[in-house]
């Protein structure tokens, strides 16, 4: 898969200024977004106020990337000369859980979730089947929000809390919104896309479920929302020149093994019947982020969880890779840590 997209919006700065912009990037050739023709009013922006605005600024995009084809326009700078930055930070960023069909039937057949006692695995791959054709058909989404303290831009380490044993890579498609979204249907909720990109959900497993009350569900704060647990972009690919979101292929590598290898065609619910979801239930700002999903092959499936050393590489089709290394957290003194739960017990008699 190519590594950095034929078109795409991204933040840039040089390597010796201090100077961060937002840019089009088109074959390895590098525009600030207020040099395009028609954006100039775009000066001093960055990429969140270009979604603010995509309405406005998507045709002159378009027009430019048509016109390089035929006369090239001067004013570039090489991609090589460029350092990535964040691409931007949402507002919101809304995760989806058990999105991806092959994924869930491996778990709830591997692992006996959600199946009565007794049943052989083949029974339980034949139920799980038939639980997630009644879902696709039937049912409705997993969602819930992670903190916009989660980014990590490129470039940065993923730093690994001490006070966990499990954090897990989740690779996933990622949309960006590109105008306020509010009870749209599914069949308009593709016009309500601006682009988009690569995240990693990342998660610490030993933390999300709380055994002090269980009947209140995952604890999202303790286990997705440390800093750095949302790697995202650095590229912003266009819906336009993105393809088919239902037919992209997602590809993770941990230290160059492959780990995680899908199609988006896998989704339970496709991207247009997200969006129709979560905007049912809250109101979507352009630039928010809507994460759609892993698929098989995270670290749970595989018993094999991220150390300090490792470097995880994720790409998916058309819209290039993100790569970050782990490194261990260094605590300071006074830093609180994670206090695990201590179940009560029953004094003798």
């Known amino acids: 898969m190519q590594d950095t997209p034929s078109i795409a919006l991204a933040t840039f700065s040089r ?43 998507e045709p002159p995009v378009m027009a430019f990337c048509r016109s390089l084809s035929t006369s090239p326009t001067q004013g570039a700078i090489a991609l090589a000369e460029l350092r990535l930055r964040l691409p931007l930070r949402p507002r919101q960023i809304i995760c989806i ?8 039937i491996e778990m709830m057949t591997d692992h006996d979730v959600g199946s009565e006692a007794g049943l052989t695995q083949e029974q339980r791959r034949e139920r799980a089947t038939r639980l997630m054709d009644h879902r696709a058909a039937h049912g409705q989404p997993y969602a819930f929000v992670k903190p916009a303290s989660c980014l990590l831009p490129p470039g940065d380490d993923l730093v690994l809390p001490p006070d966990c044993a499990q954090i897990d890579w989740e690779l996933e498609l990622a949309v960006v919104i590109g105008r306020p979204c509010f009870r749209v249907s599914r069949e308009n909720a593709l016009d309500y896309v601006a682009g988009y990109a690569v995240a990693n959900d990342i998660s610490a497993r030993d933390r999300l479920n709380r055994r002090d009350i269980p009947g209140m569900g995952l604890d999202f704060i303790a286990g997705k929302g440390a800093p750095g647990f949302f790697p995202f972009g650095p590229f912003i690919v266009p819906a336009v020149f993105a393809g088919d979101p239902q037919d992209l292929t ?7 093994q492959v780990m995680q290898h899908e199609s988006t065609a896998d989704m339970i619910f496709p991207v247009a ?3 129709e979801f979560v905007s049912t239930h809250m109101s979507l700002l352009p630039g928010d982020v809507i994460s759609t999903g892993s698929p098989a092959g995270n670290g749970t499936h595989h018993g094999r969880f991220l150390q300090p050393g490792d470097l995880v590489e994720g790409r998916i089709e058309g819209l290039g890779s993100q790569r970050f290394s782990c490194v261990a957290e260094q605590l300071g003194a006074g830093a609180m840590t994670h206090r695990p739960f201590v179940a009560l017990t029953e004094p003798e008699r």
């Open 15 to 57: 390597p010796d200024a201090d100077d961060v912009f937002p840019g089009l990037c088109v074959n390895g050739q590098v525009w600030h977004i207020a040099s395009v023709p028609g954006l100039a009013a775009f000066e001093g922006t960055d990429l969140l106020g270009v979604f603010d605005r995509w309405s406005e600024c």
């Open 97 to 104: 859980g058990a999105n991806y069909r092959r994924h869930v």
């Open 250 to 256: 997602l590809e993770l590598r941990l230290n160059g």
């Open 273 to 275: 019947a997200l969006i």
